[in-house]
């Protein structure tokens, strides 16, 4: 019980941090605690109390004594994804600061008119 | 004025996630008897890999697992596209000491070794491609910050990356080939819980953790030069 | 309330200050680091609740290169002025 309100608490401080922060590499970091605290809610979502890890390293494990498997692998392709995503933002980031000098999103306004 | 807004918005937000939450109990027996429980049931006899994450990733849903590559191949090449200077600076300024030096050159091989130990049983612990290749290139990583002047060259890190990434999708179109469905477990099985088993999932992991190691060299690399 | 049972309530607290910590300061070198923390005790977790591949992954990718990457971006921009 006790993740559920770790990961719903890295979510909420996350989505505040891309809300009100300004400095564009601080957006990108808050990015990424949101993405921890969803991966941490999906694996505590599929654990069985009592139960043990998903291989069958002694031939005498039954299907019967492993937690759920199905969210583990959705965690693992997402975490690679998610460093992807980040990379690539870190990569505009350096472009925008080269162009304009700074870091500040209010002060990069050449979309709004 | 903005922040009270936000926190205004997030106590919404996390009171009815909250909600929905406690009405989901933690560590209750859900596992869908179709799915979850299939994939446990039939896992050692029907692919003979031990470890039954492996076997989601590589062979039930090995389609997606060639998205993931793709995606990841992407994120690199936009990456090298906008870093993307006339003249390449040096790395660093300076050498690292002479501690650094010598404890890198020393953890540097078995670092690469703990890295293909970890892809190469990627079916039998936990483990795989991924998880190997990123080991390697943080390998890799330590050289690049203890010496200044340690060269990768650029062109034997993309031919090994594009030769891994073709492998993956010939062994699909081999499964092609055989008469089944692609991406199909097309050889033999053997006998669980030794390394040569589980038909085409080692191959499949061998080759995304070549992929990947050099791919995130070589985007480390292109990163740590041009630095002013 | 068993040994493994308060270790996971220590963890919780010091994920919570981690992230309060990236929010709050203004020395972008120290976020990072503790955006790392948070990584590793998320590993911690994924160890904990029985998931052994979702563990090594997370250690080696956000704990090693998600760090190595934000410090680069940093020393190409600017570090401090939040």
Do not use: C
């Not at chain 2, 922040?3 to 209750?28: R, T």
């Not at chain 2, 896992?43 to 998205?67: C, E, M, P, Q, W």
């Not at chain 3, 911690?44 to 990457?69: H, K, M, N, R």
């Amino acid at each position: 019980m006790i993740y559920y309100i770790a990961a719903l608490l890295l979510i909420l401080i996350g989505l505040y941090g891309v809300l009100v922060k300004k400095n564009l590499i601080k957006i990108v970091l808050s990015l990424s605690l949101i993405d921890a605290g969803v991966h941490i809610l999906l694996i505590a979502i599929g654990y069985i109390n009592g139960k043990t890890a998903p291989i069958f390293s002694t031939p005498d494990l039954r299907p019967e004594q492993m937690v759920d498997p199905v969210p583990q692998a959705l965690v693992l392709t997402a975490i690679v994804i998610g460093l992807a995503v980040t990379a690539l933002a870190l990569t505009i980031v350096i472009r925008l600061y080269d162009h304009h000098k700074t870091l500040d999103i209010s002060k990069i306004r050449e979309l709004k008119w | 004025m903005r922040k009270a807004l936000a926190v205004f918005f997030l106590a919404i937000l996390g009171y009815y996630m909250l909600a929905v939450l406690l009405n989901f109990p933690f560590g209750i027996d859900h596992l869908n008897p179709e799915l979850a429980g299939a994939y446990l049931r039939d896992t050692v006899s029907k692919t003979g890999a031990a470890n039954v994450v492996t076997s989601i990733v590589v062979n039930y849903r090995g389609f997606d697992t060639l998205g993931e590559v793709t995606v990841l191949f992407l994120a690199a090449t936009g990456m090298g596209a906008l870093l993307y200077k006339g003249k390449t600076m040096g790395r660093s300024r300076q050498n690292a000491s002479v501690i650094v030096k010598a404890g890198s050159r020393l953890l540097f091989p078995l670092i690469i070794i703990l890295g293909a130990y970890v892809f190469i049983h990627g079916h039998l612990t936990p483990g795989g491609g991924f998880q190997g290749g990123a080991i390697i290139a943080s390998g890799f990583l330590l050289m690049f910050i203890s010496y200044r002047n340690y060269h990768v060259n650029h062109r034997i890190l993309s031919n090994v990356e594009s030769t891994a990434g073709s492998i993956f999708v010939i062994i699909g179109l081999l499964g092609l080939l055989y008469g089944a469905t692609f991406l199909e477990n097309i050889m033999p099985l053997g006998i669980p819980n030794k390394l040569f088993s589980a038909g085409v999932i080692p191959l499949i992991y061998i080759a995304v953790g070549f992929k990947v190691g050099a791919e995130l060299t070589a985007l480390l690399d292109t990163m740590l030069k041009t630095v002013k | 309330m068993d040994f493994l049972g308060i270790i996971v309530i220590i963890l919780t607290l010091i994920l919570i200050l981690a992230a309060l910590f990236v929010i709050k300061t203004k020395d972008l070198v120290t976020a990072v680091v503790a955006s790392a923390v948070v990584s590793l005790i998320a590993s911690i977790y994924f160890y904990i609740l029985q998931a052994p591949d979702v563990a090594l992954t997370e250690a080696a990718i956000g704990v090693g290169l998600s760090t190595i990457i934000f410090m680069i971006t940093i020393r190409k921009t600017r570090r401090d002025e939040e």
